[in-house]
């Protein structure tokens, strides 16, 4: 779920070193430019092995540099130009010769000369090595690796598969999208780095027989979208998911589930493990009741025109019982309250039942299943409204508010 304008307004230096990923790196650029940025490529002479400028100047919209000896930047320092004009550079592939030349601070072409030359404390440096898995495992690449992050450098992947080799490990440049999901979360506030986040999203699905069940019309966008938010944030995330057909958000650990009794299991074992959980967010639209029996074959109709009965039976409140955890293991509780009508007023009486913190409130009817929505605050010192935006623009915002009220770590 990424909006069309996640790097709006972005300048980013891509850099093209010499690797048979390159040609990923097409649509990369192509990516890059759907999200709103202004893409400068800049290409080493191996990577024009792989792939012309003539290409990603197509792509981008912009000349391709390729050389520090070019006469076209004032002065005729390109480096310098270059990466004073960057939000960051982003080289993709980055090859192990590439990472060799970075962690040595050598600068004998353009790409290598800018990166060295670069503003460090307002131009972040993003590397997504591409190479073979046994140069990628060498113990030279892995110390110059570990140099260029410890030099402030950020290495995105490598991932792991088949590789154009035709051997299969860790090496292979990110997917695109993945490298894309990874540059917009380097620009967000690392506003809960250190911490860890659990949140529920989602409908559960209540089983009546072996093919029928309850369960309701929550597309689990909005707890994917905060889930994706505070990984974003620099948060350990862990997600547990009632039936819905979303993607895992980049970095998060996601548990499916079906009926509100699993998705209670599985909060609680999560809470349960050895680190602190420091936030939880129930968004979980989880079912109240479930039927009391569940047939053990489909329900059949017997001819006779009478209509089954059913005795329902109450599920556990997860977020009431997250919240009635001792202080020392009790998480920052946010529950959200989908409500068709007086919103505020059920959501400040729910916050109060359910013995949390903050109460998020909005519409549930005019919100379930869209792209948008509008949503409330509600805690001790009053309501905050957050205006109507897209859900992944409100979770980002919902988790600084998050953020600004948690007890320092
Ligand atoms: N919630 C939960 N477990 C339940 C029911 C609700 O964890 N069994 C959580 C939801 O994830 C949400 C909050 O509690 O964060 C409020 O859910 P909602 O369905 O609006 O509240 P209910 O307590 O079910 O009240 P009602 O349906 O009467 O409005």
């Not at 024009?48 to 320092?77: C, K, N």
């Amino acid at each position: 779920m990424s909006s069309p304008a996640d790097l709006a307004g972005r300048r980013l230096v891509l850099g093209l070193s010499g690797g048979i990923a390159c040609y990923k790196a097409a649509e990369f650029a192509r990516a890059l430019v759907k999200a709103g940025a202004t893409v400068q490529v800049v290409m080493t002479d191996a990577a024009r092995e792989f792939i012309t400028p003539v290409t990603m100047q197509a792509l981008t919209g912009q000349p391709v540099w390729t050389s520090q000896w070019d006469t076209r930047a004032p002065a005729a320092m390109s480096h310098i130009d270059l990466s004073r004009q960057a939000d960051a550079i982003v080289v993709a592939p980055a090859s192990a010769d590439f990472l060799a030349q970075l962690a040595q601070g050598r600068a004998g072409e353009l790409l290598s000369l800018l990166c060295l030359a670069r503003p460090r404390e307002r131009c972040a440096l993003l590397l997504a090595p591409a190479m073979n898995r046994e140069m990628w495992s060498h113990p030279a690449t892995q110390r110059n690796a570990a140099q260029v992050v410890a030099d402030g450098a950020l290495l995105l992947g490598p991932g792991h598969g088949a590789q154009a080799c035709g051997e299969t490990g860790d090496g292979r440049m990110l997917e695109p999208e993945e490298l894309l999901a990874d540059i917009v979360a380097a620009f967000q506030p690392k506003v809960l780095a250190g911490r860890r986040v659990l949140v529920t999203a989602g409908p559960t699905f209540e089983a009546l027989d072996p093919v029928r069940g309850l369960t309701n019309r929550s597309s689990g966008k909005m707890g994917f979208a905060i889930a994706r938010a505070a990984a974003e944030a620099g948060a350990q995330v862990q997600l547990v998911a009632g039936p819905v057909h979303l993607a895992t958000p980049r970095g998060v650990a996601r548990t499916d589930v079906m009926s509100a009794r699993q998705m209670h299991e599985a909060v609680q074992a999560a809470l349960a493990e050895g680190v602190r959980t420091d936030v939880f967010v129930a968004t979980a639209a989880v079912a109240d009741w479930r039927p009391a029996e569940v047939a053990t074959q489909k329900i059949k109709k017997d001819g006779s025109g009478r209509v089954p009965a059913f005795e329902m039976t109450e599920n556990p409140d997860i977020l009431a019982a997250v919240a009635r955890h001792d202080a020392a293991r009790r998480p920052y509780c946010v529950g959200f309250a989908a409500e068709s009508h007086d919103v505020v007023a059920h959501a400040r009486a729910k916050r109060l039942r359910k013995g949390v913190p903050l109460i998020v409130a909005n519409d549930g009817p005019a919100t379930f299943g869209q792209d948008d929505n509008a949503l409330v605050l509600v805690d001790e010192a009053g309501e905050t409204p957050l205006p109507r935006a897209d859900k992944l623009s409100l979770a980002r915002t919902l988790v600084a508010e998050i953020a600004r009220r948690l007890a320092p770590a």
